[in-house]
């Protein structure tokens, strides 16, 4: 089944090309032209990607997608304005997966978009690994896909997770910032270092019980960054 694509931009000459690039290439396409007409398309049907421009009307993009972010994991690309570096991290730190710069080409867009829908297909586990994986207060469930601090469930995007997972299969190892990049993201993402500084940022404020003193996912300053195994 083809993979539906919302894209909220206020734009019409962008949607057009959006649009237009996108079902070339087999997608279905949704379009919206605010966040509030987004929200309302979302709910309405299916969606396995959204492309969010920053500035609209009525409700902007950060703001659109902070409230898809209270419902859903769906993956978000935002689009920002070239050189607004700060709209991109703010657009990260929100929950998005993703960003592409204005303008870009379409092949640039449709590199992106399936190296995000790659990123959001539930991670394969061999047969015979174990079920659990526990880092002091940390649990994951690889069967369910679900991640615990003690007794609380933790809400994890496609990219937070597999990021996460990558730490618990390498316990102990000094992962680059690179290798991370290229495991996770995908090896056209290598040298993005931002989207990676802001997932690890988000992946501490949700797992650890001091953000700022971690214990499952560690600096080693020049080096990168490791899940320390735990003192027995």
């Known amino acids: 089944m ?3 694509i919302l894209i909220v931009d206020d734009e019409p000459r962008y949607l057009r090309l959006l649009e237009a690039n996108l079902r070339t290439e087999g997608y279905e396409v949704a379009t919206a032209q605010d966040g509030m007409q987004a929200l309302e398309v979302f709910s309405a049907q299916p969606i396995d990607l959204v492309l969010l421009d920053v500035m609209m009307p009525r409700l902007d993009g950060f703001q659109t997608c902070q409230r ?3 419902f859903s994991n769906v993956p978000i690309v935002i689009l920002t304005a070239r050189g607004e570096e700060q709209d991109r991290v703010r657009g990260l730190d929100l929950g998005a997966d993703d960003y592409l710069v204005k ?3 379409a092949t640039e867009l ?3 978009v399936r ?3 790659r990123r959001a297909q539930p991670p394969t586990e061999s047969a015979n690994q174990v079920r659990f994986f526990t880092h002091d207060d940390l649990k994951i469930d690889f069967a369910r ?3 615990w601090r003690g007794e609380e469930a933790i809400s994890l995007s496609a990219t937070e997770y597999r990021l996460l997972l990558h730490f618990a299969h390498n316990i102990g190892k000094i992962l680059t910032s690179e290798e ?3 495991n996770v993201w995908g090896v056209e993402y290598k040298n993005d270092k931002e989207i990676l500084w802001v997932s690890i940022a988000r ?3 949700k797992l650890e019980k001091d953000a700022h003193s971690p214990k499952h996912i560690v600096t080693r300053s020049g080096l990168g960054y490791l899940m320390p195994p735990v003192e027995t």
């Open 103 to 105: 303008p870009f080409s």
């Open 145 to 147: 896909a679900e991640v």
């Open 203 to 205: 992946l501490r404020q």
């Open 180 to 182: 991370l990049l290229s």
């Open 2 to 4: 083809a993979k539906r």
């Open 68 to 70: 898809i972010r209270e």
């Open 115 to 117: 190296a995000v829908l």
């Open 110 to 112: 449709l590199a992106r």
